[in-house]
């Protein structure tokens, strides 16, 4: 194999491709963590958020995290499997389910808390401490910046950045 063409850049100097290497790599790490939990990332999201705004209709929960409502409805039905959530009749929209924390999903938060801060803790580890909240202020800059909502992952989103039409009839 030859090597590559020395008029490009190399990608170790590309902040888009530093960026999306270290994304894609605390993305995966994030899954392996939470996986002895028998959770996923965007349910560890939605577990956040519940935590909260207990009650939610599926339609709230859908809005504030800009997931499609297809994805809401899955991520909801695998939380409720696993007796972290339950759905029950809205009090005032009879056509709404709310979508409730139980104790073994708030178990659940505070573990998978810990196991982000372990992430945290590895991802940051090759900076010095005094480095790390210009790190972390530079990061929000870029997200904002870049159009993303904050705190949502831009992979649950229709387009990355855009907040999907939720359909009313998937409460």
């Not at 100097?13 to 894609?24: D, I, V």
């Not at 909801?76 to 005032?92: F, K, Q, T, Y």
């Not at 940051?124 to 790190?135: I, N, Q, S, V, Y």
């Not at 705190?151 to 229709?158: A, E, K, N």
Request: aromatic residues 2%; proline residues 9%; glycine residues 10%.
């Amino acid at each position: 194999m030859t090597a590559v063409d020395p008029t490009r850049m190399p990608l170790f100097t590309s902040s888009a491709f530093l960026l999306g290497q270290l994304g894609s790599h605390s993305a995966y790490r994030f899954g392996q963590l939470l996986e002895p939990l028998g959770i996923n990332p965007p349910q560890y999201g939605t577990l956040r958020l519940l935590e909260a705004n207990d009650g939610r209709t599926q339609q709230q929960l859908c809005e504030a995290l800009g997931i499609h409502r297809n994805v809401m409805v899955s991520v909801i039905d695998a939380l409720e499997r696993r007796g972290l959530v339950e759905r029950r009749r809205h009090p005032v929209d009879r056509r709404a389910h709310a979508v409730h924390l139980l104790p073994a999903g708030r178990e659940t938060i505070t573990r998978a808390g810990e196991l982000a801060d372990r992430l945290n803790a590895e991802l940051l580890a090759p900076l010095e401490p005094e480095d790390r909240p210009r790190m972390l202020a530079m990061l929000q800059r870029m997200s904002i910046g870049n159009g993303l909502t904050p705190g949502v992952h831009p992979g649950l989103t229709v387009e990355p950045g855009v907040m999907p039409i939720c359909d009313p009839g998937h409460t």
